[in-house]
């Protein structure tokens, strides 16, 4: 899973075909500390890039997931309810929240991708 892209918002996504799998940086889980609870969205559901797509709560705080592109959730990744630290792994062994059918492919354009988001960490703190 080498070809990942990501969002100002900390959002990580892996490309596969028609598919992009949604999860959180490194950053983003090390920000929120322990986590408690993992808000999924409903499978079906439509999301428009921007909006939220899911909530992860920790003992310091709530953080909405937004959808990096526009899409409709065909999967979610249920292993997540009873463990949190599956958002700690890498996309591919676990640590993805949904999966987006893509509605729009020029939006993956607008994410970065690994270099380009490491240079953004460095404006971020």
């Known amino acids: 899973m080498a ?3 990501f969002t100002t918002d900390h959002e990580v996504v892996y490309i596969e075909g028609d598919l992009a ?3 959180i940086t490194e950053y983003a889980r090390e920000a929120l500390g322990d986590l408690v609870f993992v ?3 409903e499978v079906g ?3 428009e890039k921007g909006s939220d797509v899911a909530v992860v709560e920790s003992v310091k705080t709530a953080a909405e997931v937004y959808a ?3 899409g409709e959730v065909v999967e979610v990744n249920e292993a997540l309810e009873s463990d949190f630290d599956l958002l700690s792994t890498p996309l591919e062994q676990g640590g993805w929240i949904a999966k987006l059918k893509i509605s729009n492919a020029a939006q993956l354009e607008e994410l970065m991708d690994r270099a380009a988001y490491d240079e953004y960490l460095k404006t971020v703190d």
Request: hydrophobic share 40%.
């Open 39 to 41: 808000e999924l969205p």
């Open 3 to 5: 070809d990942l892209k």
């Open 21 to 23: 799998w949604v999860g």
């Open 45 to 47: 559901k439509q999301v």
């Open 68 to 70: 990096p592109i526009d």
